[in-house]
């Protein structure tokens, strides 16, 4: 089955222009065009779109996104130094592991301090973070 841009866009949940930037960016192969001229996507387009939005939401950046996708794509340019690529991102996820650990033990520090009542007004997270 082949897709229209605006299909295409409907399965992923993202919009057509998001769809013709990836293109743009090499990230999704160049679609096939019918007679009258429309973009006409493999319905394998859609699980890669789909990865692209789940590595964008994960914090990856399109660029990442790229250099990880020449696996998939079989490029030997964009799998150059893939193990040092690899070993940075995973020391910076560690980094942000981390973080967000400490975070959470701050929130849950700062939600056992709030009063009863949920008064904003008097609330010691809000006045906790003003003063640090």
């Given at each position: 089955?082949?897709?229209?841009?605006?299909e295409?866009?409907?399965?992923?949940?993202?919009?057509?222009?998001?769809?013709?930037?990836?293109e743009?960016?090499?990230l999704?192969p160049e679609?096939?065009r019918?007679?009258?001229?429309y973009?006409?996507y493999?319905?394998s387009t859609?699980?890669r779109?789909?990865?692209?939005?789940?590595?964008?939401?994960?914090?990856?950046s399109?660029?990442?996104?790229h250099?990880l996708?020449?696996?998939?794509?079989?490029d030997d340019?964009r799998?150059?130094?893939?193990?040092d690529f690899v070993?940075?991102?995973?020391k910076?996820?560690?980094?942000k592991?981390?973080d967000?650990?400490?975070?959470k033990?701050?929130?849950?520090d700062?939600?056992?301090?709030?009063p009863s009542?949920?008064d904003?007004?008097e609330c010691?997270?809000?006045?906790?973070?003003?003063?640090?």
């Open positions: 089955m082949r897709l229209q841009v605006s295409l866009a409907n399965l992923c949940s993202v919009n057509k222009e998001t769809i013709r930037y990836y743009k960016e090499n999704i679609p096939s019918n007679q009258s001229g973009r006409m493999e319905e859609v699980k779109v789909k990865f692209i939005k789940r590595m964008q939401e994960l914090g990856f399109l660029r990442e996104v250099k996708l020449g696996v998939v794509d079989h340019v799998c150059k130094d893939m193990y070993s940075e991102k995973e910076e996820i560690e980094k592991i981390n967000l650990e400490r975070m033990d701050v929130l849950i700062l939600k056992g301090r709030c009542t949920k904003l007004h010691p997270i809000i006045e906790t973070l003003i003063v640090d």
